[in-house]
């Protein structure tokens, strides 16, 4: 078992009321038109749409939105043209932060993320600041109700998962990139609950954080989250379960 910072399922819980204010399809239908425009509209020759679009329909986007974005990318329909681009910061105590996004305008997220990490107790940092604490990594979250550890630990060590970490109300499930499929099809085919997954890029150490600097952490991340432009943010702080109840 490792530690960490717990984001992972706060992420996941608050996934309801993200679909329920369209953060999350908006998210979603970027990634797949960017997808379409990089590998093409055909999802069985490109990994990252099919990727894309399994996450979609799990979080139950209409097949018409779906087409549309594919679509968009591919050219077949007008839309905005987004640019990738990965920013690196740090929060409060030190906490390395990456932000992934999607914009068409990078002077405006730009300026906004400084803005909103500075108002946090964070600063922006130079490229490859922080990058290099990160490894990419495939996350399951499990729910423990009726989940026995030792059982899970051996299904997904046999299907090529390399970790099992403890996080109060659920496990996590650490896999590589390359395994992550496989993991998560041998997972569900015991019909363990998932809370949820994704291709993540996890923290190699944690940076411990109490009181003030914790509260302003997660106030960071709570702003980041739901920053228009943000596709998907990362940090490598610690904070007991007490600190994110208050």
Do not use: C
């Not at 999802?43 to 799990?58: M, Q, S, T, Y």
């Not at 209409?62 to 591919?74: F, L, S």
């Not at 600041?129 to 009726?146: D, L, N, P, T, Y």
């Amino acid at each position: 078992m490792s530690g960490h910072s717990k984001w992972s399922t706060i992420k996941h819980k608050k996934g309801a009321l993200d679909a329920k204010r369209g953060r999350i399809f908006t998210r979603l239908i970027k990634e797949i038109t960017v997808a379409a425009k990089i590998g093409g509209g055909d999802a069985d020759g490109n990994p990252r749409l099919r990727g894309a679009i399994a996450e979609a329909k799990a979080n139950n986007m209409p097949a018409d939105n779906i087409k549309r974005a594919i679509q968009k990318g591919t050219g077949e329909l007008p839309g905005v043209t987004y640019e990738e681009r990965t920013y690196e910061g740090y929060g409060p105590g030190g906490a390395a932060v990456l932000m992934q996004t999607m914009t068409d305008n990078v002077n405006r997220t730009t300026a906004e993320l400084r803005h909103m990490l500075g108002k946090h107790g964070g600063n922006l940092a130079e490229a490859n600041a922080v990058a290099w604490m990160f490894e990419r990594k495939g996350q399951i979250v499990v729910s423990k109700a009726g989940t026995a550890e030792d059982a899970l630990l051996e299904i997904i060590l046999e299907a090529g998962g390399e970790d099992l970490r403890d996080d109060g109300e659920n496990f996590e499930i650490i896999t590589s990139p390359e395994a992550f499929e496989d993991v998560k099809k041998a997972v569900e085919a015991k019909s363990i609950t998932i809370v949820g997954s994704e291709l993540s890029m996890v923290p190699q150490n944690y940076v411990r954080l109490e009181g003030k600097k914790a509260q302003q952490m997660l106030g960071m991340m709570e702003a980041l989250e739901d920053h228009e432009d943000m596709q998907k943010v990362f940090a490598n702080f610690d904070i007991d379960e007490s600190e994110i109840q208050e």
